[in-house]
């Protein structure tokens, strides 16, 4: 790989990270809006992990070294997914023949690790929030999966670099775009549920029986806590990255135009988190099921539209 162009890959890789915390506060600010409330500003995330990072951390008697690696494996594990996909529009920093399988299971690795050190407590209120998030990742995986095989099927590839980053992807748009608009659909409400985000989880709840993502992380505290958080972030922004670069092809363009048009992307991703959030109410637990197969089915029809 030249330089160059390794450099231009860091260089997008790195505004990514630098405007991850963005894209919650986008969706915050939108919901905000959207329902006639003042709201916290769409910088409050970076403002939160300043103040997080200047505090002390609080370890429980009962945890072990496991529960302190927590925070780095969950934050190691989002960044090589992050390395793995063609952010800037042609190829990736990480790129092999299967990495859209590596991609999917070093996301599951990290919510495996972040579900370990919630066991880690001991505690059984933490336990109850890793069932849920275990139960609800396993129908989630199966969905993303049927997704990217989809995209596989339509460009031929079995490399993220091969299917968003060659003209294969626009030329599915030209000949089958139903199909990629149900892929986008699809993966759009399986990163809500992913992400932790409504209808299937509430990231400002604060009553027990309904939480599931905040439940496994409230023995964290400090820097650890800010690095939670920014993982999550960052991988809502990876995901919403990848939607981005279904949705719009930029291979023939110029470095400034694809980077341009992968931030515009973002932002769409986090607006439409935010139109979500506003217009729907959290689902009941039996009902989170039904919702991410919905989300699964997208993608399947998809599937057998372009087997056909």
Known sequence: MPSSEFMVRLA??????MLAPLIPGIASRTRSILTARRGAPVWQLYSD???LLRRGTVYSRTTTVVFRLVPIALLACVVVAASMLPLDGRSAMLRFPGDVVAFAYVLALGRFVLVLGALDTGSSFEGMGASREVTFAALVEFGFFIALASLSVATHELSLSGMLGSPALAHTWSSSAPAVIMI???????????????PV???TTHLELTMIHEVIVLDHSGPDLA??????????????ALLARIAMPTMDL????????????LFAVGIGIGVVESTMARLRLPKVPLYIAGG????????????Q
Do not use: H, Q
């Not at 997008?12 to 990270?17: A, N, R, S, Y």
């Not at 690095?227 to 919403?240: D, E, F, H, P, R």
């Open 12 to 17: 997008t890789l790195v505004i990514v990270m």
């Open 49 to 51: 992990l300043w103040k």
């Open 184 to 198: 986008v659909g699809g993966l759009f409400v399986l990163l809500l549920a992913e992400c932790s985000r409504s």
């Open 201 to 203: 989880d509430d990231p």
């Open 227 to 240: 690095m939670i958080l920014y993982a999550n972030a960052l991988k809502l922004s990876v995901i919403g």
């Open 254 to 265: 110029s470095y400034a135009m694809r980077l341009g048009v992968l931030v515009t992307g």
């Open 296 to 307: 699964s089915a997208l993608s399947a029809f998809a599937l057998i539209l372009l087997l």
